[in-house]
Structure formats: C-alpha cells, structure tokens
C-alpha cells in the first residue's frame, strides 16, 4: 500500500513537473533513491531559472496560473515530507550558488514556506541586509536581547512573552522602542505580503537606533518586579519584530 502511495505521488510530479521540465524526464520511472534526488535538483535549478527568467522580462517562465495544472492536495503527511524533501534540495542548491547556510536555515525556519522563488530572494534579501552596517549591529543588538530573556527565563522558570504594557514604560527610550517596533513590524509585514523583501528588511532595519540607545540608557533587571518583567517582554518583541523576515537565531555572528 505505502509503495502504491509512494508511486502515486510521483505521478503527480511527473504530471504537475511536465510545464517545466517537458514530456521526457519521469519521475515515478526512477530507479533509485540517487535518481530520485538528481530529479529535485534539476527541478529546482529549472524552476529559479525560468522564474528569473519571467521577472527579467524574457519571458522564459509560465506566462499564467493557468499553465499550472490543478492537482488534489496530497494526504498531509506525505505532502509534508516531500515538501521536505524538496527543501533539502533546495538548500543544497542555495549552498552550491555560495549563500551562506545559516541564512538558508534562517528562512527556512519561517512557517510556511513552500514557494521555491520567495525564498531565495529572501535568503538574498537577508544575506544583503546583514553585510550592511545596520543588518549587523541590529543581528549583535538581537542576540543580546535574546541572550538577556534566555538566562532570566531560566532564572525564574517562565517566559516573557506577551504585549509590554505601555503604561509602564518609565524611560523615553522604552516609549521610542516600542513605537519603533510597532512600525516596523507593521511595515515589514505589509512588505512581506507585496514580497518586496528589501523593503521588508529596510523595515526592520529603522530598529537598530532604537536597539542602541534602548541598551545605553535602560537597565533591565531593576529591583521592580512589575517593571523589570515588562522590559523583558519589551526585549522579546524584538525577538518577533525580526521574526517576520526570519529567524535571527539561526544566524550565525
């Protein structure tokens, strides 16, 4: 029964791969497992290079959704690990071209994330935006944050998540932090929904003044209990602001 599945699932990508790669490559023919794999990575390198090819304006990738077969979704967990599997492919991929794989994990890490072209132009993105001097301070500026809420989070045996309340904010750059955090998370979501991936980590970027004097002039671990949990909540929502164009803590630096 498995095998049955199995072959059936290759049929759907021979018939839904067919647009990209032709009438003469059959993936349910393969006769192995290394067979099976060369497949992935040719049909990963052809689906970025025909895409590319389409935004270039060559006109090289489908011109419509229309040219994209419709098939019946896959039973969920099956649809997974080859989702999966294609992802390593991929990661592979991205690695040969020279990104960097703590980037690649990085995006990867996000939900979601199924659509092959989206993401390596957020792994570019990404990788842009942390050899600039915002993206690498803002990177230094995140895992001090996240430092700091891991050893208090173990400390007191809980976490510090949850919306900071303004109303304890007692430091002008607590009230500037947490505007600047709003906007840029809005900013950057509102991005990521146009895929304008540069504009998202442009969003992102405006923290990093705000991260600065946050540490320069702000003590966290006061003797207020009430205040000292909301400053740590504060730091975690830089932890989510990053979150919305990848996870931070996959990254190496």
Do not use: C
Not at 13 to 24: E, H, N, T, V
Not at 33 to 58: C, K, M, N, P
Not at 153 to 176: C, M, N, V, W
Not at 201 to 223: H, K, Q, S, Y
Request: proline share 3%; glycine share 4%; hydrophobic share 45%.
């Amino acid at each position: 029964m498995q095998s049955a599945v199995r072959l059936s699932l290759l049929r759907i990508i021979d018939f839904a791969s067919k647009p990209i790669l032709g009438r003469g490559y059959y993936l349910s023919r393969a006769k192995d497992l290394l067979e099976i794999q060369s497949f992935a990575s040719r049909l990963v390198s052809d689906v970025l290079h025909r895409w590319a090819a389409r935004i270039a304006g060559t006109g090289a990738g489908p011109q419509s959704a229309d040219e994209v077969p419709d098939l019946d979704p896959a039973p969920s967990s099956l649809a997974r690990d080859l989702l999966g599997f294609f992802a390593e492919r991929l990661k592979v991929h991205l690695r040969e071209r020279g990104a960097r794989h703590d980037l690649v994990d990085a995006v990867f890490a996000l939900e979601d994330q199924d659509d092959l072209v989206l993401i390596v132009r957020r792994v570019e993105a990404l990788a842009k935006f942390l050899d600039s001097d915002d993206g690498r301070n803002l990177l230094a500026g995140y895992k001090r944050a996240t430092n700091i809420i891991r050893i208090e989070e173990k400390r007191d045996d809980r976490t510090f998540r949850g919306a900071p309340l303004p109303s304890l904010y007692r430091q002008e750059e607590e009230i500037a932090l947490a505007e600047a955090i709003a906007a840029a998370k809005r900013e950057a979501a509102a991005a990521v929904v146009r895929e304008d991936f540069a504009a998202a980590m442009g969003a992102i970027a405006t923290l990093r003044p705000r991260v600065d004097a946050f540490f320069d002039r702000v003590t966290v671990n006061v003797d207020d209990a009430a205040l000292r949990e909301n400053r740590l909540k504060l730091l975690n929502e830089i932890r989510e602001a990053t979150a919305e164009v990848a996870d931070f803590s996959k990254i190496e630096g």
